[in-house]
C-alpha cells in the first residue's frame, strides 16, 4: 500500500475522479447576474424572475429522483402543494408566526413524501410512476374538497401581504437565496455517500442490492429529500403569490415539471435549473406574442425535443460549452 | 336500481375500454406512453362530427360510416406524426417521447380550438338509437347498448388479429422479444408505424362513436387521457383483456359508487388504482422488487 | 471441515417448469468451486437462488450455519456474500472510482452519510481495490467507456469491497477472449489464494475450469450429477457423454 | 454547472419583457383584461372578450371616457388562479391599468381580487360569481356586475315554487363550491317559499364527468318531479344527451344554468319539452330597446354569431365602469369605488343597475324561462320567461355580516 496521502489531496483526487462536478467560477456570476437582471428590470419582470427561481428548485427536487434516482414521478405536484398549504394553514388554522409556518410547510411535504414515498417505492418503472399519480390526485381531492380546512376549490387568499409585504425586488433577492442554498443543499447530497448510493440504486437496483444497500430504504430517503425540498419550492410560491390552491397539487403542475426535467437535460445536475428557465421563459413570451400561443409552444417543445434530445444540458455539453457538466 | 346502476357501469366500462384499447396496444409494443392519445379521441369525436353533415345526419348508416372514415382518417393523422416526430427519437430516453407526445396535446388542442372554436358541439344521435328498451318502470338506453356492441365487436377483432394472423404473429414477436422480431427479419420501424396506426385508429373510432353521448370540445383531450391510462395500468399496461377487465372494474366501480360513496367520485378511480397497485406490490416476494 | 455453505433440497419452478430438482450441496469453506453443465442445466438459476435472487424458492439454504432462505439479497451480501453477474451490471453511467466507492460505501453500511469524509477515509482501500484488479490507471473513466474485460474486472473488484466470505460469479468470463478469460480468472484465484475466502463460479470454459477450479459440480437438467476434482470429472464417462460430448 | 451563457440569456430575454412604461397624465384609460382565454373557461371568457372589444370601440367613437382615449390590454389566466394573479398583477404594477376585469373561474377571481385589493386597483367580475367574494373576502376595490350563484339559485327556487303540482325535487350539483353553494341556497329559498316541496338530498358528480347515466338513475330513482342541476359545460351536456335514453324528459323535469352558448351547442339535441334554464342575460329575452337591438346588430355583424350571456355581462361590466369614471370625473380608484354605489346605470338588462357598497354586489337581474325550439332561431331559446330582479335575490346586508362573521371563526 502506498504511504498514506494528505488529506486535502486526497479529496482533490476524488473530485478528479468522479463523474459530476460544478463550475464554482461561474455560479457567482449567474447569481450576481440575476440579482443584477432583479434590480434593473420592471415588476413583471421581478416576478418572472421569482418563479423562474422558485421553478429551478422544484424541477431540480423532481431531477433528484429522475436523473440520480431513476424514479419517474407523475405526482411530484402533490408535494409543492403540501408545502404551499402547509406554509399556508399554519398561519391560517394553527395561527402560527411566519417564521413557524415557513418551516412547517417544507416538514409537511417531507411527512407527505414519507407517507406516499413507502408505498411507491415498492413498486417500479411505470407503476412506479402511476401510484405517484394517484397519490397526487389524492392529495389534490383532499385539498380541493375539504371545505372547511382547506378552502376547497376556491383556495386561500387574502390571509398574509404577499411576500412577506417585502417589496417585489427585496423578496426575489431573498427567494434566490433561499433557493440558491437549498439547490447547493442538494448539491451536497447527490455527491455525499448517499447520493452516491442513489444514483447506484437508480442505475441498477440488481448490481445495488448485491452490494448490500436495501435499494428501497435509499429511494424513499430521496423521496422524501425531493419532496421536502418540493415543499420549499411550494411554500416560497404560497408567500410570493399570498395564496394557495388546489392546483398547486394538480396534474399540470406535475407535467410542468416533467417537461422542464426532461427540456432541461436528464441526468445532469444543472438539468432542471436550465429547464425551469427555458420553460417559464416560454410560458411568459409565448402567450404574449401569439393567440395561439398552445400551438407555438408545442412545435417549440416538439423542435427542442427533436434537435436536442438528450435535453439542454445535453447540447450543451455537446457543443463543449460546459466541460465537467453534461452528465 | 343495482341492476340499472350495474348496467350503467358496463356501459361506461365499455367506452373506457375503446379508449384504452388503442393506448395499450401501443403501450405494449413500443414502449411508448402516448399522452396525445386523448388528442386522437378528440379529433375522432370532432370528424365524426364534420362527416355526419356530410353523409346523412341522424341516420344509422350516416353515422357509423362517419365513425369509421373519421377513425382513418385520425389513423393517418397518427402516422404522420409517428413518423415525422416519434420515429425520430425511439432511441432516446421513453420521456423524451413523452414531452413530444405532450407536444401534439398542445399542438392538437389549438388546431381543434381554430377550426370549430371553444365552444361545445353537439354530435347528431342517431334517431333510431335515441330511444330506449323500457322493462316495466326500468329504462336501458338504446345508444349504449349499441356502443357496447361496437366494443365487443372491437374486442373480437383484436383477438382474432392479435391472435390468428400474419400480422398477429409478427406483433407479438415484436412484443416478446425485440432480437426474435429482428431474427424472423421484421422491419421493427414498420412494426411501430403499423401498430400507431392501428392505435390512432381505436383512439378515433372511440372518440366517434362516444361522440353523441357527451360533450365534444377542445378540452375533451385531458379528460380522456388519465381515465384511460389508469384502466391500462389497472389492467397491466400492454395486456389487452386486463385493459378490457380494468374498463369494466371502473366502469362498474363509479356506477355502483354513486350509491354507496358518492363523495369519492373525484377520487374513486385514483383509489382502485392506488389499490390495484399496492395489492400487487404486497403480493410480490420480498428481495428482487421487479 | 464444515461447509460454509450447504444447501438442502433446493428446488425452483417456473410455473410448470421445475428449473431445479430438489439440488443438495455443500461447499467447503476456502474451496475454488466450479460449477458446470450444459445449457438449461440450473447453474445460473442455482448461483441466483443462493445470492436471493428469486422469490419462491423451496428447501433449505444454509450459510455459515444460517439459515438464509427467505433472506434479500442485500441482507445476504451484508452476511458476506458477494457476487457478479451473467451479464456486467456495474453502473454505466457513474466513472470505474465512483462504481468502486459505491461498493466500498455500501458496504460500509453508511449509505445515509452526507459526509464527504467518508470517500477521503475510504480512497485508500478503493485504489487498493482498483491495482487489486488492474483498473488504478482507470479510475477516471466512465464504465460506459470501458472494454468488456474491463468491465468484468470492475464488477469482480466492487464484489470484494465488503470481503465477502463467500464469492459467487455467474459466468465471470462470458464474451471475453481466452487471452482475458485467463487473466481475470488466474487474478481471481490468487485474490482468494490470498484471503483464504470461498468462491463458487459457473463456467463454461473448460480449460478455464480445470486451472482454476479445486473440485468442479456438474448439473444437468436442474439436478446435481456428479461432484469431485478437475481430474476425476474430466475421466467421468457420464459427464463425457452428457455435457462434454455435447458441447458445442 | 450554472454558467454565463445562460446569464446572457435570461438577461436579454428579461430586457425584453421589461420595456418602458412611462404613463403620461393624458394617457389613455387602461382596461386591463386578465380573462380565462384558455382552459376550461376558454369559451366563455371569449364571448365576454368579443363584447369588451365592441364596448372598447364604442367608448372610442364617443370620445373615450373622461375625453381620454380607451385601452384594452389583453392577458391570459389560462384558468390558473396563480397565473391570474401573476398577470393582474403584471398589469396593474407594469402596465399600469386603471381597472382590472375578464376573470370566469370563481378561484382566478377571488386570486385576481386578491390582488386587487392589495394593490389598490380596481377590478370587477361579469363571470366568475362566488359568494365568497361578497362574504369572507370581501374587498372594497371589488364589484361583481353580474348575480352570484347564490341570487341565480334564489331565482331557481322562485320559479320552481310557482309551478304548483310540483311537490318532490331532487337534487344535483358539481362537486366544487359553485355547485354545492348553489344546490343550498336552492334549497334554503324553496323551502321557504313552499314548505310543501320535499327536497331530495343532493348529489355531487364529480366536476367534468360525463358519464351521468348514474347520477340520472340515481336521480329518476325518487321519482322527482323536477331534478335542479347546478351543472354547466361537460356534465350539463351529458346529463341532457344521456337523460333521453332513460325517459328522463319523459318522467321528469329538469332546471338548470342554460345560457345562451349552452343552447347554442345542445342545439338539436334539446329535448322538445321539460327543460327550465336559468340564465344571466339571455339576448331574445332582453327588453329589446334601440341599444339592445343594435348591439346584438353589431355582435352579429363582427362575430358571424349571436351574443351570449357572458358577452351581454362583459359590454354591460364595461359601460358600467365608464358611467362610474364620468360621475366620478375620474378613473382614481377611490373616486371610481364611491362613485359606483352612487350612479344607477341603464344597461342592456333594464334600468337602475347599481352596486351595493356593503358587498360590491350589483343588483343584477336573473332570467328563468323554458327551453323550446322555436322556428326564428337554428337552436333553442327559452320561452316563458320570467326576469327576477336583482333586489329581490340579493342576500341581506345582516345576512352577510353574519356570514362574514362566521367565517372569521
Redesign the interface.
Known amino acids: 500500500m502506498n504511504a498514506p496521502a494528505h488529506p486535502t489531496e486526497l479529496s482533490r483526487r476524488w473530485s478528479s475522479l468522479s463523474g459530476i462536478d460544478i463550475n464554482w467560477k461561474l455560479v457567482i456570476p449567474a447569481l450576481i447576474l440575476a440579482e443584477v437582471i432583479n434590480r434593473t428590470t420592471g415588476a413583471s419582470t421581478t416576478t418572472l424572475l421569482t418563479e423562474i427561481i422558485i421553478f429551478a428548485l422544484f424541477a431540480s427536487s423532481l431531477n433528484l429522483l429522475m436523473s440520480f434516482g431513476h424514479m419517474v414521478s407523475f405526482g411530484h405536484s402533490a408535494y409543492f402543494g403540501l408545502g404551499a398549504y402547509g406554509f399556508t394553514l399554519a398561519v391560517t388554522k394553527a395561527g402560527l408566526p411566519l417564521e413557524a409556518a415557513v418551516l412547517l410547510g417544507p416538514l409537511v411535504a417531507a411527512l407527505g413524501g414519507l407517507l406516499f414515498g413507502a408505498l411507491c417505492v415498492r413498486l417500479t418503472e411505470i407503476y412506479f410512476a402511476m401510484l405517484t399519480l394517484a397519490c397526487a390526485q389524492i392529495t389534490y381531492t383532499v385539498l380541493f374538497q375539504w371545505y372547511d380546512f382547506t378552502g376547497g376549490d376556491t383556495g386561500i387568499t387574502g390571509f398574509m401581504a404577499p411576500r412577506f409585504g417585502l417589496s417585489g425586488q427585496n423578496f426575489a433577492s431573498l427567494t434566490l437565496a433561499v433557493v440558491t442554498l437549498s439547490l447547493f443543499a442538494l448539491w451536497w447530497i447527490v455527491r455525499s455517500p448517499l447520493g452516491l448510493s442513489i444514483r447506484a440504486a437508480g442505475q441498477d437496483r440488481f448490481r445495488a442490492e448485491a452490494l448490500g444497500l436495501t435499494v428501497r430504504r435509499v429511494q424513499l430517503t430521496a423521496f422524501v429529500i425531493a419532496a421536502f425540498f418540493a415543499g420549499i419550492a411550494g411554500m416560497l410560491y404560497a408567500v410570493l403569490h399570498g395564496s394557495a390552491f388546489p392546483d398547486y397539487a394538480g396534474l399540470g403542475l406535475t407535467l410542468d415539471s416533467l417537461i422542464m426535467v426532461v427540456l432541461g437535460g436528464l441526468n445532469s445536475f444543472a438539468g432542471g435549473i436550465w429547464g425551469a428557465i427555458i420553460y417559464k421563459l416560454l410560458g411568459a413570451f409565448v402567450p404574449s406574442l401569439v393567440h395561439e400561443w398552445e400551438l407555438v409552444l408545442g412545435l417549440i417543445l416538439l423542435v427542442i425535443v427533436l434537435t436536442a434530445p438528450k435535453g439542454f444540458a445535453g447540447l450543451i455539453a455537446r457543443l463543449g460549452l460546459d466541460r465537467k457538466g453534461g452528465r | 336500481m343495482v341492476l340499472i346502476q350495474f348496467v350503467n357501469g358496463l356501459m361506461e366500462g365499455m367506452t373506457l375500454f375503446l379508449i384504452a384499447s388503442g393506448l395499450t396496444l401501443i403501450f405494449g409494443v413500443s414502449r411508448i406512453i402516448n399522452f396525445a392519445h386523448g388528442s386522437l379521441y378528440m379529433l375522432g369525436a370532432f370528424l365524426t362530427y364534420e362527416l355526419v353533415q356530410i353523409l346523412a345526419p341522424g341516420t344509422l348508416w350516416g353515422f357509423f360510416a362517419s365513425v369509421i372514415v373519421g377513425a382513418a382518417i385520425v389513423s393517418l393523422i397518427g402516422v404522420l406524426f409517428e413518423v415525422t416526430a416519434l420515429r425520430r427519437i425511439y432511441g432516446a430516453d421513453g420521456l423524451m417521447q413523452l414531452i413530444v407526445t405532450i407536444a401534439l396535446v398542445l399542438i392538437v388542442r389549438d388546431v381543434v380550438r381554430m377550426i370549430w372554436g371553444p365552444n361545445s358541439i353537439t354530435v347528431p344521435m342517431p334517431d333510431a338509437l335515441a330511444g330506449a328498451i323500457v322493462i316495466g318502470e326500468n329504462y336501458f338506453p338504446l345508444f349504449p347498448i349499441v356502443v357496447f356492441a361496437a366494443g365487443l365487436v372491437i374486442v373480437l377483432a383484436m383477438i382474432w388479429v392479435i391472435y390468428f394472423t400474419r400480422a398477429g404473429i409478427l406483433l407479438r414477436a415484436g412484443t416478446d422479444d425485440r432480437g426474435m422480431a429482428a431474427l424472423l427479419g421484421i422491419n421493427e420501424r414498420m412494426i411501430f408505424t403499423a401498430v400507431f396506426a392501428a392505435g390512432a385508429f381505436l383512439a378515433g373510432l372511440a372518440g366517434g362513436l362516444s361522440a353523441p353521448y357527451g360533450e365534444v370540445n377542445h378540452l375533451l383531450d385531458t379528460t380522456v387521457i388519465v381515465s384511460a391510462f389508469i384502466v391500462c395500468v389497472i389492467g397491466g399496461l400492454g395486456n389487452l383483456y386486463g385493459a378490457l377487465a380494468g374498463a369494466l372494474v371502473v366502469g362498474i366501480t363509479k356506477a355502483m359508487g354513486v350509491m354507496y360513496f358518492p363523495r369519492l367520485s373525484m377520487v374513486l378511480i385514483f383509489l382502485i388504482m392506488a389499490a390495484v397497485l399496492i395489492g400487487r406490490s404486497l403480493g410480490r416476494q420480498g428481495g428482487s422488487a421487479r | 471441515m464444515d461447509p460454509i455453505l450447504s444447501a438442502r433440497n433446493i428446488r425452483k419452478r417456473y410455473g410448470a417448469f421445475l428449473a431445479l430438482k430438489d439440488v443438495t450441496f455443500d461447499l467447503p469453506r476456502g474451496e475454488r468451486h466450479a460449477l458446470i453443465g450444459p445449457n438449461g442445466a440450473g447453474k445460473s438459476t442455482f448461483i441466483a437462488c443462493v445470492a436471493g435472487q428469486l422469490p419462491g424458492v423451496e428447501g433449505k439454504m444454509i450459510f455459515r450455519g444460517e439459515d438464509i432462505t427467505a433472506l434479500t439479497p442485500a441482507s445476504l451480501a451484508k452476511k458476506g456474500i458477494g457476487r457478479t453477474f451473467q451479464i456486467s451490471r456495474a453502473f454505466l453511467q457513474m466513472t470505474v472510482m465512483e462504481n468502486i466507492m459505491a461498493a466500498v460505501v455500501i458496504a460500509s453500511g453508511r449509505w445515509t452519510s452526507l459526509s464527504r469524509g467518508l470517500y477521503r477515509d475510504n480512497l485508500e482501500k478503493a485504489f487498493g481495490l482498483l491495482e487489486t484488479v488492474k483498473l488504478d490507471d482507470r479510475a477516471a473513466a466512465r464504465v460506459a467507456d470501458l472494454s468488456l474485460g474491463d468491465r468484468k474486472r470492475l464488477e469482480f473488484g466492487m464484489a470484494l469491497a465488503g470481503d465477502p466470505e463467500l464469492l459467487l460469479l455467474d459466468e465471470p468470463t462470458a464474451g471475453m477472449s481466452i487471452k482475458e478469460r485467463h487473466y481475470l480468472m488466474e487474478m481471481v484465484a490468487t485474490r482468494m489464494e490470498e484471503t483464504g475466502k470461498t468462491l463458487l463460479f459457473v463456467e463454461h470454459d473448460i480449460d478455464v475450469v480445470m486451472k482454476i477450479a479445486q473440485r468442479v459440480t456438474v448439473m444437468a437438467r436442474g439436478a446435481v450429477l456428479v461432484v469431485g476434482t478437475p481430474a476425476e470429472i474430466a475421466a467421468n464417462e457420464e459427464v463425457q457423454a452428457i455435457y462434454l460430448g455435447g458441447h458445442h | ?7 446572457g ?3 436579454l ?7 418602458g ?1 412611462a404613463v403620461a397624465a393624458d394617457a389613455p384609460v387602461k382596461i386591463g383584461f386578465a380573462g380565462d ?4 373557461c ?2 366563455l371568457t ?1 364571448d365576454e372578450l368579443n363584447a369588451v372589444k365592441i364596448g372598447v370601440d364604442e367608448l372610442n367613437a364617443k370620445g373615450g371616457i373622461l375625453g381620454r382615449k380607451v385601452e384594452l390590454v389583453i ?2 389566466s ?1 384558468t ?3 397565473e391570474g ?2 398577470v393582474a ?2 398589469l396593474i ?2 402596465e399600469k391599468i386603471d381597472v382590472l376585469t375578464g376573470v370566469c373561474s ?2 382566478v377571481m ?2 385576481e ?3 386587487s ?2 394593490l389598490k386597483v380596481p377590478f370587477y367580475a361579469t363571470i366568475g360569481s ?1 359568494q ?1 367574494a361578497n362574504i369572507e ?1 370581501y ?1 372594497p376595490y371589488f364589484w361583481q356586475a353580474q348575480a352570484n350563484a347564490t341570487m341565480e339559485a334564489y331565482a331557481a327556487a322562485e320559479y320552481v315554487a310557482k309551478k304548483a303540482e310540483w311537490k318532490t325535487i331532487a337534487t344535483m350539483g358539481s ?3 359553485w355547485g ?1 353553494t348553489s344546490v343550498a341556497a336552492f334549497s334554503e329559498r324553496l323551502k321557504k317559499l313552499r314548505p310543501d316541496v320535499t327536497i331530495i338530498d343532493p ?9 351521468m ?3 340520472i ?2 336521480a329518476l ?1 325518487t321519482k322527482p318531479d323536477a331534478v335542479f342541476a347546478a351543472l354547466f ?2 356534465s350539463l ?2 346529463l341532457i ?2 337523460g ?4 328522463f324528459f319523459q318522467r321528469t323535469n329538469l332546471v338548470t344554468l342554460m345560457t345562451v ?1 349552452t343552447l ?6 334539446m329535448p322538445a319539452s321539460n327543460v327550465y334554464g336559468i340564465a344571466r342575460a339571455p339576448f331574445f329575452a332582453l327588453e329589446q330597446t334601440p341599444e339592445v337591438k343594435a348591439f346584438i346588430e353589431k355582435y352579429r355583424a363582427a362575430y358571424k354569431e349571436y351574443p351570449t350571456d357572458w358577452s351581454i355581462n362583459g359590454y354591460d361590466g364595461l359601460m358600467f365602469y365608464a358611467a362610474a369614471a364620468e360621475h366620478a370625473k375620474s378613473v382614481a380608484p377611490d373616486a371610481i369605488i364611491k362613485a359606483i354605489s352612487e350612479i344607477s346605470y341603464d344597461g342592456l338588462r333594464g334600468k337602475g343597475l347599481k352596486v351595493r357598497a356593503f358587498d360590491g354586489q350589483m343588483n343584477a337581474p336573473s332570467y328563468v324561462g323554458k327551453a323550446t325550439k322555436v322556428p326564428e332561431y337554428d337552436f333553442p331559446i327559452l320561452t316563458e320567461i320570467e326576469k327576477f330582479p336583482g333586489e329581490a335575490l340579493m342576500v341581506s346586508e345582516d345576512a352577510i355580516a353574519a356570514a362574514r362573521k362566521a367565517a372569521k371563526k
Open positions: 454547472m450554472l454558467d454565463l451563457k445562460k446569464g440569456l435570461a438577461a430575454a428579461m430586457a425584453m419583457l421589461a420595456g412604461h382565454l384558455t382552459g376550461a376558454a369559451a371569449e392577458r391570459d389560462q390558473k388562479p396563480d394573479a401573476k398583477r403584471e404594477v407594469d370563481s378561484a377571488l386570486a381580487s386578491a390582488v385589493g392589495e362566488t365568497r373576502l374587498q362537486d366544487y363550491e354545492h348529489i355531487f358528480p364529480k366536476v367534468g364527468e360525463t358519464a347515466a348514474p347520477y338513475t340515481t330513482n359545460g361537460g351536456g351529458s344527451k344521456q333521453q335514453g332513460f325517459g352558448d347554442q351547442s345542445m342545439g338539436s339535441a
